[in-house]
């Protein structure tokens, strides 16, 4: 009994051992297959890939737990953390184009309507679409990504019931006005405005 004990102990090591020198050829061998994008999802300074492997069978449970956890969040009014865990669901679910058009549509529609001003709903819809793109510099030239951006522009900056408002508030900001201007990509920024997007004159910045 105990020599068959001994032997699967070593086993195991042996296995974990085998595991993570093969996690670490794979990690060597993708560097070298798919270059890394120009902004990486990261959090606590792991990516994506690298999470799901050092997650490994745990990725999928965590995933459920923080689905509905989000949701119940909401359902309860209780915005603490609930950017953190979106973010979470983000990198553990990188692959799904469906998760991210949720999650913006989410922010947009109904974390939005929870803020207790008007303009705190603007900045919301805006952090829904520094989360679009986010991916879109992530996975450039993706379709159902750019759709999803461009319906927040036009149906709910364009088309609710406080258009009035945000379209003043978008043309106010994209507008030249002074200020050092921070980019979208860190998923802890929380933006006061709309980037500036037209020059002096009123043509559109070239970037854009």
């Known amino acids: 009994m105990n020599r068959g004990r001994?032997?699967?102990s070593i086993?195991?090591?042996?296995?974990?051992?085998?595991?993570?020198?093969?996690r670490d050829r794979v990690t060597m061998q993708r560097q070298k297959l798919v270059p890394p994008p120009t902004n990486v999802a990261r959090l606590k300074n792991l990516n994506s890939f690298s999470l799901a492997l050092l997650l490994g069978g745990l990725r999928g449970p965590l995933v459920m737990y923080l689905w509905p956890s989000v949701e119940n969040q909401k359902n309860q009014k209780d915005l603490e953390d609930i950017?953190?865990?979106?973010?979470?669901?983000?990198?553990l679910q990188p692959e799904f184009d469906s998760v991210h058009?949720?999650?913006m549509w989410n922010k947009a529609y109904n974390l939005s309507v929870q803020m207790s001003s008007v303009y705190n709903k603007y900045l919301m819809v805006l952090d829904a679409l520094d989360y679009g793109h986010r991916i879109d510099a992530e996975r450039p030239d993706d379709i159902n990504i750019q759709v999803a951006i461009a319906g927040l522009y036009f149906d709910k900056l364009g088309e609710s019931a406080e258009k009035r408002l945000y379209n003043n508030w978008l043309r106010r900001d994209t507008l030249p006005h002074q200020g050092a201007e921070r980019s979208g990509s860190d998923p802890n920024f929380r933006r006061s405005r709309h980037d500036q997007m037209l020059d002096a004159r009123g043509p559109i910045l070239p970037e854009f």
Not at 11 to 22: A, E, K, M, P
Not at 83 to 91: A, N, Q
């Open 6 to 8: 001994t032997t699967i």
């Open 11 to 22: 086993l195991l090591i042996i296995s974990l051992l085998l595991t993570g020198f093969v």
């Open 83 to 91: 950017d953190t865990k979106i973010e979470m669901i983000r990198l």
């Open 101 to 103: 058009i949720f999650q």
